[in-house]
């Protein structure tokens, strides 16, 4: 299919019913109601479901009662907007029901700032809501990549049965770049009937599904949270998604870095190379699981002398920056936020203030 | 001669965990046989309240949902916006509903979803020990207000149904009761025009149905039948308070209401 030049949120969406997804349930939010506003037409012409609800809180259990059907279904929100719905995802994680949820970040905390942000990460990554869950968390840093990450998820949340979020900054839902719909990514939804409150006639079986989370008995529960874990851990194993950039042999820093963050820190790994500093990248695409031995096997590499997480939040990702590099090697973090983006200029100055006094 | 009083198919064959004389009992029966006589089990959910119903859905035979507290209604919004085949109701306390759920339902009403809620007030918070709710009536002692209800502090006990009678956005709501037989013979009636309304897509309806908590009131259950006569009824008239026919309210609620208290 030919490219097309298209805004960041609207491809999302449009990405989204290429997937075949016909199920959209939104509450505005500045920087991604484009989202809502392209779906508000587009859906109705495939006889989908747009129903714009009337909080976020709600909005998350609409997509739990649309999930339990078992069909497709997604939402786009921001930041505090998120923060309503964690009430609901930790609900949907622990009924275990396949959906998508996109959050295209804002600064926070509070009310924040309506640009782009990267300051949701614990959010996303380590929780939101209550209890022992996980997202599969994906980190695109193009306006195509989170086109074949939105029709991604859905195989994804079915695979696993788990909600799946798209992190995106507002940057990512707010710029324009050629995009190409692929083919090969629209998918069936997975069979539900085992599971999903579909209606038993439809099942053609007289055997009712039924879908909870209360779990009275301790020993239940827990076997209830072994099995989530198991799932958790499965997508350690088989999810794990990165891609380095220069990492080679000389390299005597390495950024770690995700979303269009990553893209600044690669023009500045351009340059330095060009002054003879050998820099390189781990750009994390799944921030749940992280690609933790990946960051690892590249901050061993004979020269390096430090890691620098470069990210638009206080100190997050670096959390887990050092969590994979294990004291090996020293860690730094470098960040701005509130919608100002770190410069290629102060990542390379960061950069070399940190090789100079490494040395 | 066969059997003239048997146990609905849609209800299952389980002692509850009711407590002695609790009215949901009566209410999930209610429901049982609207859906037996309907026909419609094969394509219906319900969808739980967490309160003393949160289990409900051991009780009867059909697909269910747990819902998280007061937010049955988002999720009866989802499940009927994809699939309007289905036959989808909330079961709801007062406490989920009134108060945590208040939005919820209200927009849900508002919107004219083609679903049925079931709503069970009985004046209490009844799963975690007799708090105040926002049904709870003046002066009446909760154990979170010991010296009675102070609607200076906190307002006058919420009318769900004439709240949401007053939308514009055509519906049924009524309230009933489960004190009485010739109440629960009129609740059956009711509950069962709100799944036909569903059947024919007409409308969003509540049946609220006035109910006794003997256990957080302190009473046996004779007592708790007499004090939800005598003290909740003239608060909470029943009636229908708006169909889908037009009229709000409609017509006969006012004689309804009259005969009943
Ligand atoms: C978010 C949240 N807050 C509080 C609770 C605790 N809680 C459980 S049931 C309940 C009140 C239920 O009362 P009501 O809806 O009147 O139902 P009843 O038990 O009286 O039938 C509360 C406050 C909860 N489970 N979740
Ligand atoms: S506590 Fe009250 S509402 Fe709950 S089961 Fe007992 S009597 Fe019924
Ligand atoms: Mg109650």
Avoid at chain 2, 80 to 108: C, N, W
Wanted: with cysteine; net charge neutral.
């Amino acid at each position: 299919m030919a490219k097309v030049l298209m805004k960041g949120n609207e491809a999302i969406a449009e990405a989204a019913v290429r997937a075949g997804c016909r199920n959209y349930f939104a509450y505005p939010i500045t920087p991604q109601s484009e989202v809502a506003e392209y779906l508000s037409r587009r859906l109705p012409e495939v006889g989908g479901v747009f129903l714009q609800g009337e909080s976020e809180v709600a909005v998350s259990y609409m997509i739990f009662g649309a999930a339990a059907t078992g069909e497709r279904v997604f939402t786009t929100s921001s930041s505090p907007g998120i923060s309503l719905m964690s009430e609901g995802i930790s609900y949907i994680a622990a009924a275990e029901l396949p959906c998508v949820f996109v959050n295209i970040m804002r600064g926070g905390p509070g009310l924040g700032g309506i640009l782009p942000s990267q300051a949701d990460y614990f959010q996303a990554v380590k929780g939101g809501g209550h209890g022992d869950y996980r997202l599969l968390v994906l980190a695109p840093a193009s306006v195509q990549e989170a086109v074949e990450m939105m029709m991604e998820a859905f195989p994804l949340a079915e695979k696993y049965r788990n909600p799946v979020m798209i992190l995106g900054d507002g940057l990512i839902g707010q710029m324009m770049e050629p995009v190409e719909f692929r083919d090969d990514l629209n998918t069936e939804p997975a069979p539900a009937d085992d599971w999903a409150t579909s209606g038993m006639d439809r099942r053609g079986r007289d055997r009712r599904n039924l879908i909870r989370t209360l779990y009275l008995v301790p020993s239940e529960l827990n076997a209830h949270n072994l099995k989530l874990k198991a799932k958790y851990d499965r997508m350690r194993r088989e999810e794990v998604r990165w891609e380095n950039y220069a990492v080679d042999p000389s390299i005597r820093l390495l950024l770690v870095s995700y979303g269009t963050m990553s893209r600044v820190c690669r023009t500045a790994i351009d340059r330095l190379r060009e002054e003879g500093l050998a820099v390189g990248m781990v750009r994390p695409k799944t921030l749940f699981p992280f690609p933790r031995e990946a960051v690892l096997a590249a901050a061993r590499q004979g020269e390096v002398r430090a890691v620098l997480s470069v990210e638009m939040s206080m100190g997050q990702l670096v959390e887990d920056v050092e969590w994979s590099v294990r004291g090996v090697r020293p860690v730094f973090w470098f960040g701005k936020c509130g919608g100002e983006v770190p410069t290629p200029e102060e990542v390379m100055a960061e950069a070399r203030r940190i090789l100079r006094e490494s040395e | 001669m066969g059997k003239t009083f048997r146990r609905p198919q849609a209800l299952a064959e389980t002692p509850t965990h009711y407590c002695p004389g609790c009215t949901h009992g009566i209410a999930h029966r209610l429901v049982a046989e609207v859906i037996d006589e309907l026909g419609i089990r094969g394509r219906t959910v319900g969808i739980a309240p967490v309160g003393c119903a949160v289990l409900c859905y051991n009780y009867f035979t059909f697909d269910f949902i747990e819902a998280a507290h007061g937010r049955a209604p988002a999720i009866a919004t989802g499940l009927k916006r994809v699939r309007p085949d289905l036959v989808v109701f909330t079961y709801q306390g007062d406490g989920d509903l009134a108060s945590i759920g208040m939005s919820e339902i209200v927009h849900a009403a508002n919107r004219g979803e083609k679903f049925v809620t079931v709503f069970i007030n009985n004046a209490v918070y009844g799963m975690t020990g007799g708090q105040m709710a926002p049904t709870t009536l003046p002066d009446q002692r909760t154990t979170t207000s010991p010296f009675g209800r102070k609607v200076a502090q906190t307002g006058m006990p919420v009318k769900m149904a004439e709240l949401l009678a007053a939308l514009e956005t055509p519906g049924y709501i009524v309230r009933e009761a489960l004190i009485r037989p010739k109440y629960i013979q009129r609740a059956k009636k009711a509950i069962r025009n709100a799944f036909s309304y569903q059947l024919e897509n007409r409308c969003f309806s509540l049946v609220e149905l006035i109910s006794t908590c003997p256990t957080n009131w302190g009473m046996t259950p004779i007592e708790a039948l007499s004090w939800a006569e005598e003290k909740m009824l003239p608060y909470y008239p029943l009636g229908v308070f708006k169909s889908p026919e037009g009229g709000r309210p409609a017509p006969g609620a006012a004689e309804r209401s009259a005969d009943a208290a």
